[in-house]
């Protein structure tokens, strides 16, 4: 299952990441992606379905919206049986 905790300042008013596995959206490009790690300052993302990672400032990702989980969600299925 893919949680999601959306970044939000800490107590020093420095950006929190989500947590690894959470599904996110790069808010600059759009894409969906699951937390893979952190390195640095910045967010790991890689496709649901697979692929090459990316990174993000923490402060450029959002939760995704009810529409966008669910079409990752569902490609994630589709992949698995081979759609």
Not at 39 to 55: I, N
Request: charged content about 20%.
């Amino acid at each position: 299952m893919v949680t999601m905790m959306a970044p939000t300042p800490g107590a020093y008013g420095h950006t929190v990441s989500p947590d690894t596995g959470a599904l996110v959206v790069d808010r600059r490009s759009g894409k969906v992606g699951v937390v893979m790690g952190h390195v640095g300052p910045y967010v790991q993302l890689r496709p649901p379905c697979g692929g090459l990672e990316w990174d993000v400032p923490p402060e450029d990702v959002r939760p995704p919206t009810p529409t966008e989980e669910s079409s990752a969600k569902v490609a994630v299925a589709n992949r698995r049986w081979g759609r």
